[in-house]
């Protein structure tokens, strides 16, 4: 496809044109018509007009006329004006072609023949090649010139400075500054560069050696040498290489088509490495394309794309083209890499993933990913993020990526680690998904302590799925939540994280919400405080206001006491790792093994265990008496009740005798 067989052709043909006009001992003058042009031993014939003719079965193999003939037979002859035509078999079709000379100087001794001054050779099929010398060796089966050399076939043309052609190897070789120009109908034209070049038409190979260039529209291709391999039976190129340094910048031209942008709008791509393989199909579509050792393609954004650099690294690059000659999928082998880096005006840090190799499945008709699976040492980085599984793929319709296998999520900045047996990144967004056995420990730097760590704490919570929306910082955990920092707990169906404006956090917990709270203990105290247990429908807590707040039937249990109330809130000691007292209601309801007790609002100290109740009427109950008041106070674990009325009303004492047993 890149070369057309033009040049190849037309080669052939002119060495075949020399071989079998200059070998010929039949190229001879006529008989002498005067005594004034017969020769001596001594004295060369000189005719004007000379023509020569070579007949086969009838037919006209060859001629050769001149304008003046001067020479002597078995030694060197000179034609002036010369013309050789002859017949030739081309890829098994017969056809004539023509040299043109202002002289040909021929040495039958040496079977060397030399043509000079406006050499001009025709085929039948448009070949044509002009230069200034062409020189036969027939003893060495070798056709060459060290002139400038201009040809052209149709729709191909080039130059090059020197030709040398070995009949006997069917070798061509052109000696240097060598330039093809190829004119397709479909595409733009393209250029072929090169120090030299050469065809080995017995192997079907054609070689570009040194400083190579090949350009078509906005695509350049680089390299140190090119090959390309000729099937000897279609004459179709089947295979080309580009070999050392490569460098291909595809701007949206058909250099190799399928790899440069394939619909509107796309930016340009550069592909580097040390060889790029082509392989073409029978009906010259390019198959596949390997670019190694250290290929690299490099992708920038086009018009209506995401501002941003992409580069894809790895040892080799392979891409699998559909049948039309379209991308359909790349594979990265051994040390693969992706790096999006964002370009002004566009904000944020790269995007990086390495993999030891990967697949991807791509779109022909956009060249973007569709699917992309990672395999083996899967690590994502995006500024503080780090993911890391043995496996990933990227599902390329959601610009999500999906780590498997041990996956893992870990941030510096918020001193945080995910861990499940899938998570999804959405490379976009920032958003995270995960599920499954999901585990997130937080220590971030700064924190005061609570219930979100701090102060040398971590804080860990579990779940079967995870969420987190980037946008509004809002992280979920569903499904058998548990948030849990030291020995303190909370349990819910669903535990919410908000990410509040100056860095501070938000907790909300919905759905059987039971929380475990440990009271730190008064210096010198016998024994720790027992734990406190709340149950609600709801919890929030927020740092800063260090309280915990419950709502919807809410039950709060220490030790013997329990309170039942639709509200109750826990205020905490400064930094929030320890509880300092709970205020329950409106109302309340306190229960102490068989005592039972209602009023307004209850406020309970656990670090001293004592319960103060107060309201309009307070009154407790117990099978042996009932107390009514303003306010009660009662401990845990201890009998000790006392009821204030604050001399606003009577205290009433009733005490209640328990029927004497049958």
């Known amino acids: 496809r890149y070369i057309r067989g033009g040049l190849l052709v037309g080669m052939a043909v002119l060495a075949a044109v020399v071989t079998r006009s ?28 000379f023509t020569h003719f070579r007949m086969e079965m009838g037919e006209t193999k060859f001629s050769v006329r001149a304008k003046s003939y001067t020479g002597k037979e078995g030694e060197e002859m000179h034609l002036q004006g010369v013309e ?37 050779v025709v085929t039948e099929d448009g070949f044509e090649l002009d230069t200034q010398s062409l ?31 070995d009949a006997a190897e069917r070798r061509l070789e052109l000696l240097a500054d060598v330039v093809l120009k190829l004119q397709d109908p479909d595409n733009a034209p393209m250029d072929i560069k090169s120090a030299r070049a050469t065809f080995e038409r017995q192997d079907g190979l054609l070689r570009f050696i040194d400083n190579v260039e090949v350009v078509q529209g906005g695509d350049r291709l680089t390299a140190g040498r090119f090959l390309v391999n000729i099937a000897p039976d279609t004459q179709a190129v089947y295979r080309a290489q580009a070999v050392d340094d490569v460098d291909l910048w595809m701007g949206g031209g058909a250099l190799v088509q399928g790899l440069a942008p394939s619909s509107a709008g796309r930016g340009p791509r550069h592909l580097a490495g040390k060889k790029l393989d082509l392989w073409f199909r029978p009906d010259r579509t390019l198959q596949e394309a390997t670019a190694g050792p250290d290929a690299v393609l490099t992708i920038r954004p086009g018009k209506g794309d995401p501002p ?26 051994k040390d693969s890499s992706f790096v999006a880096e964002p370009l002004p005006p566009a904000k944020g840090p790269p995007r990086t993933l390495t993999c030891q190799s990967f697949i991807a499945r791509v779109d022909p008709a956009s060249g973007e990913p569709t699917l992309i699976e990672f395999t083996k040492d899967v690590v994502f980085v995006e500024g503080t993020k ?78 079967d799925r995870f969420e987190y929306t980037a946008a509004t910082k809002l992280a979920r955990y569903r499904q058998s939540a548990l948030l849990r920092t030291g020995k303190d707990e909370i349990r819910a169906d669903e535990i919410r994280l908000h990410e509040l404006a100056g860095g501070k956090r938000r907790l909300e917990a919905a759905g059987s919400v039971v929380s475990r709270m440990h009271p730190a203990a008064e210096k010198d105290a016998a024994k720790a405080p027992a734990t406190v247990e709340a149950r609600a429908k709801e919890m929030t807590y927020e740092e800063g206001k ?83 008041g303003r306010s009660l106070t009662f401990h845990v674990g201890d009998a000790r009740i006392l009821v204030d009325g604050r001399e606003e009303v009577r205290t009433q004492l009733i005490i209640r005798q328990d029927k004497p047993k049958q």
Not at 93 to 119: H, M
Not at 146 to 155: I, L, N, T
Not at 586 to 612: D, F, H, I, K, N
């Open 22 to 49: 200059l070998t010929s001992r039949s190229v001879r003058p006529p008989a002498p018509a005067s005594p004034e042009t017969e020769e001596s031993p001594t004295t060369a014939t000189r005719m004007e007009g």
């Open 84 to 120: 050789v035509q002859f017949t030739y078999m081309a890829r098994g079709t017969p056809g004539t072609s023509t040299i043109t000379a202002d002289e040909s100087i021929y040495t039958p001794t040496l079977q060397k023949a030399v043509f000079r001054g406006n050499v001009h």
């Open 135 to 165: 020189v036969y060796r027939g003893d060495k089966n070798l056709s060459r010139t060290e002139d400038p050399v201009q040809f052209r076939r149709k729709d191909l043309s080039g130059s090059a400075t020197g030709v040398v052609y």
């Open 308 to 333: 941003e650099k992409r580069v894809l690294k790895a040892r080799f690059l392979a891409f699998g083209f559909d049948e039309r000659g379209k991308m359909s999928e790349v594979r990265g082998q």
């Open 386 to 463: 780090r993911a890391t599984g043995e496996k990933a793929y990227f599902d390329g319709t959601k610009s999500a990526l999906y780590l498997q296998e041990g996956p893992a999520l870990a941030d510096t900045a918020e001193g945080s680690r995910l861990t499940a047996k899938v998570i999804q990144l959405a490379t976009r967004s920032g958003d995270v998904e995960a599920h499954d056995d999901v585990r997130h420990t937080l220590d971030k730097p700064g924190a005061t302590g609570g219930l979100l760590g701090g102060k040398g704490g971590t804080t860990l919570f579990a779940a």
């Open 546 to 628: 260090n309280e915990i707040v419950y709502t919807g039937d809410v039950s709060i249990k220490q030790g013997d006491i329990q309170t039942t109330s639709p509200k109750a809130t826990l205020k905490l000691v400064e930094g929030g790792n320890s509880i300092d007292t709970l205020v329950a209601g409106e109302p309340v309801e306190v229960r102490q093994g068989v005592r039972r007790a209602t009023g307004a609002r209850a406020t309970y100290t656990p670090r001293t265990e004592m319960m103060l109740l107060v309201g309009e009427k307070v009154v407790l109950k117990d099978p042996t008496q009932e107390l009514e």
